[in-house]
């Protein structure tokens, strides 16, 4: 069984508070909602009186209805948090050194020396 902070408790409350303010400015009955939603009216009930039990498709199908479908595309859209997180882990990547290659007394002749003073073997 889940359980849910009060905060949680809170938040699906006032979700399901603006839902139901939202049918009652468009004057539709709970019956009238549920039938056009396609679901039951105690789901409707849950809805509005913010159960957590509720399928998230529910209440796609409630806000359709009330032409509100677009809003679930802003859950999670600014993510203040999340973006910090994203930002901190974005920093550019510094190369390690490169190892110098150990070379030989004999290499070091061949080349005349003209390179710096190399690691030898």
Do not use: C, W
Request: cysteine-free; proline content about 3%.
């Amino acid at each position: 069984m889940n359980s849910y902070t009060q905060k949680q408790k809170s938040i699906l409350a006032t979700v399901g508070e603006n839902i139901r303010l939202a049918r009652l400015r468009r004057k539709l009955s709970v019956r009238s909602m549920a039938e056009r939603a396609g679901i039951a009216v105690s789901t409707l009930g849950n809805i509005e009186n913010g159960y957590p039990s509720v399928s998230i498709g529910n209440y796609l199908q409630v806000l359709s209805v009330l032409r509100l479908d677009e809003d679930l595309r802003l859950i999670a859209e600014k993510d203040p948090l999340g973006r910090q997180i994203q930002d901190a882990q974005l920093t550019t990547r510094k190369r390690a050194p490169k190892e110098k290659k150990a070379v030989s007394i004999v290499e070091h002749a061949i080349d005349k020396g003209d390179t710096e003073e190399p690691e030898f073997e």
